[in-house]
């Protein structure tokens, strides 16, 4: 077995001593002769070798002289060079590097001599000049001038393998550390070696390379559920590992050289997976971003969301200044200010209908800013009015499992545990809506350590790429399914269960206890997966009407005294609304007025109602103060729009799901504020600074789960379906905002269903299919597909057409389809 | 060296006894204007400076200039070599597409914003050794004072080299059947009809389009 890495189990590896370069040293069995090498400080140079994958010894850089003891114990030097990634060591190895061996320092120079044959040697406009490993080795490794003075084998350059990956085949020297990557990592092997010999190169399938004179392949071609060449979800990885310019990214194409860029370790802002990204910036502005290095969390992986969606932060709706309302009677068009002026309309606004607010603080921000909420609703407010979820799901159950189990409960469930468990994923659609986790359970499955089974209406690709077995659910049913399984995983109990709980299991009446009920039974441990980048952060800081921060239950005595002893301020006894009674208590006029976060308006049940709501609570003389980042529907109704900053300019810590605390320092050094810097200004402007002090997480009586009972699943009629819908990684979301080159990998959106339900509504053959809810209809291509039945499947906001959104409808609703 | 010290050094002993006594002291008042009066007859080394103007030495470091290829292409692909070089930290460069709508240069790339700061530049010439187009050299032009700074940091417009007849305006598309090597290797010499086209057709007005139509004719006739 040849491994990159030793196996992390407590097994002990035998020691194995070699000599490298006259050092002596002692490696683990099965160690490459490359690594051991690099135990000891001596960098063979290479190019394929990539510690995360698996060896290929494709670009023969590292060949080194190797001599080994026979029976008799004398060494013998192997005939030829070898290749030290793919050798692993044997007891009483003599290794030679290029440093002390005349053979491997020839054999290197004469191996970089022809990678360099068909190289165009175009650094000067290559993107990877300056950064490139290959550049890099022929300058301390190569000949001075070239001996090559024949014509160059050229392609027509550079190839768009999507609208953001572009390959130039001349610059490749044919390490397939990209198709490795898709293949071995990602799952999606869209490129692919092809043709012999000097031809060699990297392609799509193309017929036309290929060699298929218009037919098919025999095989099956690796098509997505849209019935066109994939697109993987984590390209723009491969740019990142080819350690040549072959591979490079439509948006930073041209835009800057390495020596131009300063580099800030940062953390990604699109899910909540915390995965360490770097962020290059030139002159104030951020030209790209590239996976980070921590093995704890991502790796060296980042999706194609978190790598190349980032000019949101710079769109051109960015609040630059405070806006207050024109006029006496503060009825006119909203107008800038300056801060002082908008602190004080807002201070006095608020502070004339204190005890009657609410605060919608959204699930984006840091634990700083979660906390500075918490703090503000409680103190400066007077409320428990509050609640993080800006979703079209969650009630009363589910605050009562994230006040139960979640809030407070510290690192629990890490990625490492994830490696080597017997994952039931419920409610979640990791490749969607949680990458980090995809790609580390798809490592677990792999190496079959891991088992996934995931419950949900239909074995989607990315639960096929991580092998999953399907608990088949349609929505709605989800807590009888989950009631109704006892065991999962396929070990009999010698590996760690862990059930996963998406927060899309809410949306199910009773899942989110079912899940927790099996995960008593089987002995699973819980996980919470939120979308967001702040949610966990939300729910440790308290941001629901029955919880405090760390964990304490509002009702409890004794964690109101804690909180108060902290704070110096009591907070409120009596539990507060929840989003849902927050818009009805608005648009009945019970509160006077809003604080909105992060909070966009089209994530809202029913975003129709509760712009009512926010437009009735003004007509009735309420307030709405909004603290965002960029003009929204929301900010179009404030009385005072107080600007905040986006995580490249603030310095704050995010928690992932696990509950990690992954802090990151600001970008760029501007005059804008963070949310917790905002609230504190308008906490003081009020008159009753915001306490600033921090609890540890609660010891006493948690909030006991409720136990709700599922109610009974809807049951379609003639010419109905179930709805099921999650959100895709790149949808129409505003962080994607002003990125095109990204926006062309998304998926297309169709409409799934199985053949038996296609064929129970008469759509037998139909190509596109209309599927109409309570707020609107949307007609999709049809794709047959393992749904269960009576379920349509719908994207809830693809980007290039409308989805379930529009519809109005959640996923469990009965919509009506038509051909 | 040691002869002309000691002549140094004997020199006064020798004047004092020479000119001793009531004429010496008669000529000491203006004895000190014996180098003005002996340079009188020298050659003059003063330059009359801005009336009179002497040509600098041929390879002299001055002003910059970003040159094109005959047919009018810029030579500047974008690659920031220059900045790179540059150990005053003078020059700065953003690369961007060619696309065949907006050809500035041959190839892929072109030099989309190129500026030189004056102020900071201390023309060494390791920008332009750098330059692997032989898109940036330097003139002989070296009057670079100015009331502003921002007037002292250049920009592409006024470092890029005029269109001398019959280049053609740029963008326009390369010379068809060509690659950047080609024009690198000089085998582009002026404009096509087929560019003289595409430039009719985009930009009928352009006034570098009569004088690339003639340049193109007496290329044909020859």
């Known amino acids: ?54 060896p290929a010894g494709a670009c023969r850089q590292c060949l080194v002289e190797v001599a080994t003891p026979d ?189 131009d860029l300063v580099s800030v370790p940062s953390i990604a802002e699109h899910d909540a997976c915390g995965a360490a990204i770097r962020i290059d910036h030139r002159r104030g502005v951020v030209l790209r971003r590239l996976a980070g290095d921590d093995p704890a969390v991502n790796e060296e992986w980042i999706s194609d969301k978190d790598r190349f969606a980032f000019r949101w932060q710079v769109a051109a709706d960015r609040l630059v200044a405070p806006l207050v309302r024109d006029g006496e009677d503060g ?74 189990r979640v809030a407070g409960s510290g690192l629990d469930v890490t990625y ?42 239909y074995l989607t690709r990315g639960s096929a790429k991580l092998r999953a077995t399907l608990l088949p659910a349609a929505p709605g049913t989800e807590a ?118 992060g909070v966009e308006l089209e994530d809202l049940p029913d975003p129709a109602a509760a712009l009512a709501a926010l437009e009735a609570v003004r007509a009735a003389g309420g307030v709405v103060v909004s603290l965002e980042v960029r003009r929204s529907a929301i900010t179009e109704l404030a009385d005072v729009v107080l600007p905040v900053a986006p995580p490249a300019e603030k310095a704050g810590t995010f928690l992932t799901w696990e509950g990690r605390p992954r802090a990151f320092a600001a970008v760029f050094d501007t005059a804008a504020l963070g949310d917790a810097a905002v609230l504190g200004l308008l906490a003081e402007e009020i008159g009753t600074p915001l306490p600033d002090a921090s609890m540890p997480a609660w010891r006493g009586q948690r909030v006991a789960a409720a136990r709700l009972d599922a109610p009974a699943p809807p049951e379609p009629g003639p010419g109905q379906a179930v709805l099921a819908t999650w959100r895709l990684l790149l949808d129409a979301g505003r962080g994607q905002d002003d990125e095109p080159h990204l926006a062309g990998t998304a998926r297309r959106a169709v409409a799934l269903m199985a053949e038996s339900t296609a064929r129970g509504l008469g759509l037998q053959g139909a190509a596109e299919v209309t599927v109409r809810g309570p707020r609107g209809s949307v007609t999709l291509p049809l794709v047959l597909a393992g749904v269960v039945d009576g379920v349509v499947w719908l994207p809830f906001s693809p980007r290039e057409r409308a989805g379930a959104a529009a519809l109005g409808a959640q996923s469990g609703d009965i919509v009506e389809v038509t051909a | 060296m040691s002869e002309s010290s000691e002549r140094a050094g004997g020199q006064p002993e020798e004047k004092r006894r020479g000119l001793g006594g009531a004429i010496g002291d008669l000529l000491a008042p203006v004895a000190g204007f014996g180098v003005t009066f002996s340079n009188m007859f020298r050659p003059t080394v003063t330059e009359q400076y801005p009336y009179v103007r002497h040509p600098t030495a041929p390879r002299y470091h001055g002003r910059h200039q970003l040159n094109r290829y005959p047919d009018g292409l810029e030579k500047c692909i974008g690659c920031e070599l220059c900045a790179w070089a540059c150990p005053a930290d003078a020059i700065f460069v953003e690369g961007a597409d060619n696309t065949p709508e907006n ?80 024009y690198y290797r000089g085998e582009v010499t002026g404009p096509t009809a087929d560019q003289i086209a595409w430039v009719e057709r985009e930009r009928p007005e352009d006034p570098t389009l009569e004088g690339a139509r003639q340049a193109a004719a007496t290329k044909a006739v020859r």
């Open chain 1, 71 to 259: 029976r008799e114990g004398t060494l013998r030097t192997m005939p030829k060079p070898q290749a030290s990634c793919t050798l692993e060591v044997s007891p009483g190895m003599v290794v030679s590097t290029q440093l002390t061996s005349e053979v491997a320092d020839k054999a290197q120079h004469g191996v970089m001599e022809f990678l360099l044959i068909n190289h165009p040697l175009d650094c000067p406009i290559c993107d990877k000049g300056g950064e490139c490993p290959l550049q890099n080795q022929a300058m301390a490794h190569g000949r001075a001038t070239t001996r090559f003075v024949d014509v160059k084998r050229t392609y027509p350059k550079p190839l768009a393998i999507s609208t953001q990956i572009l390959l130039d085949r001349e610059r490749c020297i044919l390490c397939q550390r990209c198709t490795r990557f898709s293949d071995e990592i990602a799952g999606d092997p869209f490129i692919e070696l092809q043709m012999r010999g000097a031809r060699q190169q990297i392609g799509t399938f193309d017929s036309g390379v290929l060699g298929f004179a218009g037919d098919a392949p025999v095989g099956a071609a690796e098509l997505d559920d849209s019935g066109r060449p994939f697109a993987s979800y984590f390209s723009g990885n491969t740019i990142q590992i080819c350690p040549v310019g072959a591979l490079t990214s439509a948006a930073y194409r041209f835009r800057a050289r390495p020596f």
């Open chain 2, 103 to 182: 050809q500035h240069s041959p190839g892929e790339r072109y030099g989309a914003v190129y500026q030189i700061n004056y102020l900071r530049c201390i023309f060494c010439g390791l920008c332009i050794e750098a330059c692997p187009t032989r898109a940036l050299t330097m003139g002989n032009d070296f009057e670079l004072a100015g009331p502003t700074r921002e007037g002292l940091i250049f920009t592409k417009e006024e470092l890029l080299a005029p269109l001398t007849q019959g280049m053609l305006g740029v963008p326009h598309p390369m010379v068809e059947g060509t690659t950047d090597r080609d």
């Open chain 1, 331 to 404: 009825s006119g068009p909203l107008v800038e200010t300056s801060w002082a002026d908008a602190l004080d309309v807002a201070a006095t606004l608020l502070a004339q209908r204190r005890g009657s607010l609410a605060a919608l603080p959204g699930g984006r921000g840091t634990l700083e800013d979660a906390l500075a909420w918490s703090a503000f609703t409680r103190v400066v407010l007077g409320t428990n009015d509050v609640d993080f979820r800006s979703r079209a799901y969650g009630g009363a159950e589910e605050a009562d499992h994230l006040a139960a």
């Open chain 1, 480 to 597: 009888e399914v989950l009631e109704a399984t006892d065991t999962f995983g396929a070990s009999d109990g010698d590996r760690p269960r862990i059930v996963l709980v998406g927060e899309r299991l809410a949306a199910a009446p009773g899942g989110l206890t079912a899940a927790a009920a099996l995960a008593e039974r089987t002995g699973a441990r819980l996980a919470w997966v939120p979308r967001r980048a702040g949610d966990r952060a939300a729910v440790e800081a308290g941001l629901l009407p029955i919880l405090l921060p760390g964990g304490r239950p509002v009702a409890d005595e004794s964690a109101r005294a804690e909180v108060a002893a902290a704070w110096g301020v009591t907070p409120p006894a009596a539990p507060g609304r929840d989003l849902a009674g927050i818009l009805d208590a608005l648009r009945a006029g019970e509160l006077a007025g809003v604080v909105v976060g």
């Open chain 1, 1 to 54: 077995m040849t491994t990159t890495q030793p196996a992390p189990t407590g097994q002990v590896v035998p020691l194995v001593e070699v000599t490298i370069d006259g050092v002596r040293t002692e490696v683990p069995k099965g160690t490459l002769v490359i690594r051991a090498a690099e135990d000891i400080g001596i960098a063979i140079p290479r190019f394929c070798d990539h510690p995360l994958l698996k």
């Open chain 1, 416 to 457: 490492a545990d994830l490696d080597g468990a017997d994952v039931l994923l419920a409610g979640l659609e990791p490749e969607e809506e949680a990458a980090t986790i995809f790609l580390r359970l798809r490592k677990g499955v792999l190496a079959a350590r891991t088992h996934v089974t995931v419950l949900g209406p």
